[in-house]
């Protein structure tokens, strides 16, 4: 089992910036590729980014391109989201989750990610 706990979401206006957070426990932290999903009312669940065991490759989506950045610290078991440029279509739970399997074309589906967190709220306002 791994523990995903997320934290850094906030309200803030367009333009501003945010950094999640994703601290997992249970097991080994570089044995995982990471990625970040979000969801908003009424949407379904869209791949924000994705990060391989020791962070060599790194995939966004076109609406995180240029102003999101996803890292990962593994002496921390930790893996960021620098959010910037924010905007209000920006707003949505945001999810990080886990899967053991190598990097390949699937990073992109959630169904193929075991461990999820519980998300943490990111609001945009005008």
């Known amino acids: 089992q791994v523990q995903l706990v997320e934290s850094g979401g906030g309200s803030v206006q367009a333009g501003d910036s945010l950094r999640l957070s994703c601290v997992a426990s249970?097991?080994?932290?570089?044995?995982?590729?990471m990625a970040w999903f979000r969801q908003a009312p009424g949407e379904e669940r869209e791949f924000v980014a994705a990060?391989?065991?020791?962070?060599?490759?790194?995939s966004y989506a076109e609406a995180a391109k240029g102003r999101f950045t996803i890292s990962r610290d593994n002496a921390k078991n930790t893996v960021f989201l620098q959010m910037n440029s924010l905007e209000p279509k920006d707003t949505a739970a945001y999810y990080c989750a886990a899967r053991d399997q190598l990097y390949d074309s699937s990073y992109a589906f959630g169904l193929t990610y075991a461990y999820w967190g519980q998300g943490t709220q990111v609001t945009v306002s005008p």
């Open positions: 249970g097991r080994t932290f570089s044995n995982y590729l």
């Open positions: 990060i391989s065991q020791d962070g060599s490759i790194i």
